[in-house]
């Protein structure tokens, strides 16, 4: 009987034990779903992305949650060194921080030469380097096709990174530019001069004034077109 007793007190704290164990939250559990969180809001990224989550206080005591959500606090971004926030809310809530590092190794656009400012870009003047985009400043280029035909604002040496705001649109339309004027409506075309009020990128909304004195408004185009439908 004191044998039976023994064994029967011995497995309620077994019992008592796992259950207490089964209530708490795992660190390791609360950083897989803060890596799984990068990896989703990562994904489309250039290049090659690696993520790298600091491990939680193994000494952590978080009660068990059936739904632990990730989310980045206000000012964090998915972008080098980072903080992700996971927390829970049913049924004890709970906030837990960690830190985490994303890199983006990625090809982008360098200076293969020496660029004068207010020069326009060709495809010469272009170089490609593999690096971590997220230690590189906001902006960067990665692709060659968003910077020739540009126009350099500020003087560069060979191997500068281009940024987006070190470029600036060659106008297709210039203010004070001849320009043809194409009036397009349904089954017509009709073509005649006119003169640019304003300078306009290609794309881009522009005034114009045509021969006979009339204001109208338009698309230009590159070529000195400014299209106006009907």
Partial sequence: MKTLLALLLFSLVHIAAAQNDGGR????????????????????LPGHVSISVNKLDPRLDLAACAAPQAFMPTGSRVWGKTTVGVRCTVPTPWTVYIQAK???????????????????????????????????????????????????????????????????????????????????????QVSSEGQALTSAGEGQLVQARTQAGQMIRGIAKAGGIVEVSY
């Fill in 102 to 188: 994303v890199s983006v190794v990625a090809a982008y656009i360098v200076t293969a030469a020496p660029l004068a400012q207010g020069q326009i870009v060709s495809a010469t003047d272009l170089a490609t380097m593999q690096g971590d985009l997220t230690t590189l400043p906001a902006g960067i280029i990665t692709d060659a096709t968003q910077a020739i035909g540009r126009t350099v604002t500020m003087s560069l040496q060979a191997g500068t990174a281009l940024r987006q705001d070190s470029l600036r649109s060659v106008p297709a339309v210039q203010q004070g530019q001849t320009v043809r004027l194409v009036s397009i409506g349904p089954g017509f």
């Fill in 25 to 44: 939250q795992g660190p390791a559990a609360v950083r897989q779903v803060a890596e799984q969180f990068l990896q989703a809001q990562t994904r489309g």
